[in-house]
């Protein structure tokens, strides 16, 4: 998202003949960049980008508005702050893929995701149908005051032995040689917005995917497998799956993303 402004404005005088005289003047404005504190985008103060970053500065922090649906929500939870009073009611649902509104609400989500992470755009398995798989592809997103205010996609598993490893949690390093043939079920991305965090929402997310990717039945956590998560989503797979091993060191369930 990094936007840099540097234009040229070449003029030339002609006589009559069609000749072109003097000298070419070419004047030259750079302005300056900022990167924001809070979302990262860089910008300049041109007005126009002043406005493109209130707009995505305003979603990063408050989540995008998301259109009504008929669907129930999968989950409806109360969330407070610590120490806090204030209390936020969260709705839980999963993204119809027949919604082209859903999917592009997703998607925005998915572009503030990458770009804090600095992670590559996903799969986007989640948007697809394929019933070959045994545990198919979702969307997740919660809700709080008509805001998509945190989301997770999920991957199917293609091939166990190739994708389904361990990350020791400390160095951030797969352990070499071994198949985690647990995993049934990729976590790809899991985000929340900068107003929402540390109230436990994305920890309800997960037990949404739990509960509600394959019908009828409800998976176990070892079940579910990160996507090489950064240093937040690291700590998360801790606490959500974390294994501590014989070595004293705490193993996350991790997959490699086809």
């Given at each position: 998202?990094?936007?840099?402004?540097n234009e040229s404005v070449i003029a030339t005088k002609k006589i009559t003949n069609g000749s072109t005289v003097g000298q070419l003047v070419q004047s030259t404005f750079t302005s300056s960049s900022i990167t924001c504190k809070v979302?990262?985008?860089?910008?300049?103060?041109?007005?126009k980008d002043r406005d493109l970053h209130k707009r995505h500065h305003h979603s990063f922090i408050n989540g995008v508005s998301w259109p009504r649906s008929q669907d129930a929500p999968v989950m409806k939870t109360t969330v407070r702050k610590i120490d806090s009073s204030t209390s936020y009611q969260v709705e839980i649902y999963t993204v119809d893929k027949s919604s082209t509104v859903q999917i592009r609400r997703v998607e925005e989500l998915l572009k503030m995701v990458n770009s804090?992470?600095?992670?590559p755009q996903d799969s986007q398995e989640w948007k697809s149908n394929n019933p070959a798989v045994a545990v198919p592809a979702r969307a997740f997103v919660a809700v709080v005051n008509g805001r998509a205010v945190a989301v997770c996609t999920t991957d199917s598993i293609h091939d166990t032995d190739l994708q389904c490893?361990?990350?020791?949690?400390?160095s951030q390093k797969i352990v070499p040689g071994q198949v985690n043939r647990a995993i049934r079920l990729g976590i790809s991305r899991i985000?929340?917005?900068?107003n929402y965090r540390r109230l436990g929402i994305a920890d309800?997310?997960?037990?949404?995917?739990?509960?509600?990717?394959?019908f009828g039945v409800t998976l176990a956590k070892s079940e579910l497998g990160f996507s090489q998560p950064s240093f937040a989503g690291g700590l998360l797979a801790k606490h959500f799956n974390g294994v501590i091993h014989k070595s004293g060191e705490t193993l996350i369930p991790v997959y490699i993303e086809d």
């Open positions: 998202m990094k936007r840099k402004l979302c990262a985008m860089t910008y300049t103060q041109l007005p804090e992470l600095n992670a490893r361990w990350m020791v949690y400390k985000w929340t917005a900068s309800k997310l997960l037990q949404c995917v739990l509960e509600h990717s394959v």
